[in-house]
C-alpha cells in the first residue's frame, strides 16, 4: 500500500488539518476529505489518523505524536 507519513496537524476554523508527506510530495486534509483519490481521513486524534484506503476498503492508522 501507498505510504503516508504525517508532517503536522494544525487546528483550522475549529478543524483540524493534517499535512502529510507522500514520497516528495506534501498533501493536506481534514476528516472527511478524500487524499490522491485514494485515502480518505476518518479521524484526528491526539495520537493518531485515522485513514480509509478506498481501493481496497481498507483502514490504517498512522500513530503520531501531538496532532491536536
Known amino acids: 500500500l501507498p505510504r503516508l507519513d ?3 496537524g494544525i487546528p ?3 478543524r ?3 499535512f502529510l508527506a507522500r514520497g ?3 498533501v493536506a486534509g481534514r476528516v472527511g476529505e478524500v487524499l490522491d483519490g485514494t ?7 491526539h495520537n ?3 485513514f480509509t484506503y478506498l ?3 481498507e483502514r ?3 500513530q503520531v505524536e501531538g496532532v491536536q
Open 24 to 26: 516528495e510530495a506534501p
Open 60 to 62: 490504517q492508522v498512522l
Open 12 to 14: 483550522e476554523q475549529g
Open 6 to 8: 504525517l508532517e503536522h
Open 48 to 50: 493518531a489518523v485515522e
Open 39 to 45: 485515502y480518505r481521513i476518518e479521524r484526528i486524534a
Open 16 to 18: 483540524t488539518m493534517v
Open 55 to 57: 481501493p481496497l476498503n
